[in-house]
């Protein structure tokens, strides 16, 4: 069988046998697959710097009993600078821990590529706080996957909320709920669902402009992976 020449970005890395290391990889072609690279630990080996996790590349893979192997890489862009501080690999990690969850085997997605391109690209070389770009990154995978949430209105009975200063929040409604309606629910304020809004809508292009306000970034950062973790059914290490 010919080589395949993919693009991709490796999302999470582990090493297997003495020397070899499997790939989760997120390609333009054909969405999620797992690609191994055989020999790639041992010394100066040729493909070493592609397989590591963020690395973003063209890769040629060949497939043997229905696995890919790659056979050569060019790294593209190996987003080095996330490593070095806690703050940005953690944001990283998230996101591409997020995307290898919603991504489909085989199935290409372009917007989901290029939003976890976007958002690397800006915990690496951005000025932003990381945390700010990782938020917008989930505000934006949530809403390409359907489930962005209602933000400016009550879920159950339609009133207009965004006159209010706080009002309540629900997972399993969908959004923002207004005091008669929801009194057991989470209190958020309403100047941080207007962020919430305002990244779910941001071009991905553009996500190196979100600067949240403390007081806001604290509010939604539990609040938004209270409600991935709800409507996408996975844990999120935190
Ligand atoms: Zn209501």
Redesign the pocket.
């Known amino acids: 069988m010919p080589n395949d020449v993919l693009n991709g970005i490796v999302l999470r890395t582990t090493d297997y046998r003495e020397s070899d290391r499997i790939m989760s990889v997120l390609s333009k072609e054909r969405g999620l697959i797992t690609v191994t690279a055989r020999g790639c630990r041992k010394p100066n080996h040729r493909l070493a710097a592609f397989a590591s996790q963020f690395t973003y590349g063209e890769m040629e893979v060949n497939e043997r009993a229905g696995k890919l192997q790659l056979s050569s890489a060019a790294v593209l862009e190996s987003f080095y600078s996330i490593r070095e501080s806690y703050e940005q690999l953690l944001s990283a990690s998230r996101i591409a821990n997020a995307a290898e969850r919603v991504a489909d085997r085989g199935d290409p997605n372009d917007d989901l590529f290029l939003l976890v391109y976007h958002a690397l690209s800006v915990i690496s070389y951005g000025e932003n706080d990381p945390k700010d770009t990782e938020l917008c990154f989930m505000a934006k995978l949530l809403r390409m996957e359907g489930f962005a949430p209602a933000l400016t209105y ?1 879920v ?4 207009d909320l965004r006159g209010e200063k706080e009002v309540r929040f629900s997972n399993s409604l969908g959004g923002s ?2 005091e ?3 009194s057991a629910f989470l209190t958020v304020s309403t100047l941080s669902l207007e962020a919430l809004r305002r990244m779910m809508l941001i071009d991905p292009g553009e996500m190196r402009r979100v600067r949240l306000p403390e007081n806001v970034r604290r509010e939604l950062e539990p609040l938004i992976y209270d409600y991935a973790e709800y409507v996408f059914e996975f844990k999120v290490k935190r």
């Not at 159950?156 to 009133?159: A, D, H, I, S, T």
């Open positions: 009550c159950k009975c339609g009133r709920v207004c008669r309606c929801g």
